[in-house]
């Protein structure tokens, strides 16, 4: 799948739509979800244009590799959430309901989450 530039992820970054910025630096943007699932929901988001997770393992370089997964980090340190827990979900393609085609992990956390699946 191509990338869609119109995504509201891609608004985001651009700055055309508003976001409750939790972290960000050169590599992520991570925000709460608008319609949270659970008491604590933010998504990170890399600022390269990745459709998903598996555009991303194949297509981004290994900087932006490291600096996802260190953003990911930074954000559950600035949420404070390294003791009591969360849990991480990349959606990834049709049959996940993935709705929005730009690369997000959701850090879902706050509570007891109940069924893992
Ligand atoms: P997914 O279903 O994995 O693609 O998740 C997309 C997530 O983006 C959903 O949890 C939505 O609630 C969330 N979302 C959609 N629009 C916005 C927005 N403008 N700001 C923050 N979160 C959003």
Redesign the pocket.
């Known amino acids: 799948m191509s990338y869609d530039i119109n995504n509201?992820f891609a608004k985001?970054l651009r700055k055309e739509?508003p976001?409750k910025t939790i972290y960000e630096d050169d590599f992520v943007l991570a925000?709460?979800?608008?319609?949270p699932?659970a008491k604590i929901?933010a998504?990170v988001i890399p600022k390269g244009q990745y459709v998903d997770f598996q555009d991303f393992i194949q297509h981004a370089p290994a900087n932006e590799k490291d600096g996802f997964f260190n953003g990911i980090l930074a954000t559950v340190r600035t949420l404070q959430l390294e003791e009591s827990g969360y849990r991480l979900?990349f959606?990834t393609g049709r049959d996940?309901?993935?709705?929005?085609p730009h690369l997000?992990a959701?850090i879902l956390a706050g509570q007891k989450l109940g069924d893992k699946l």
Do not use: A, P, R
């Open positions: 509201v985001i739509i976001n925000f709460y979800d608008l319609y699932k929901h998504l979900v959606n996940s309901g993935q709705e929005v997000h959701h």
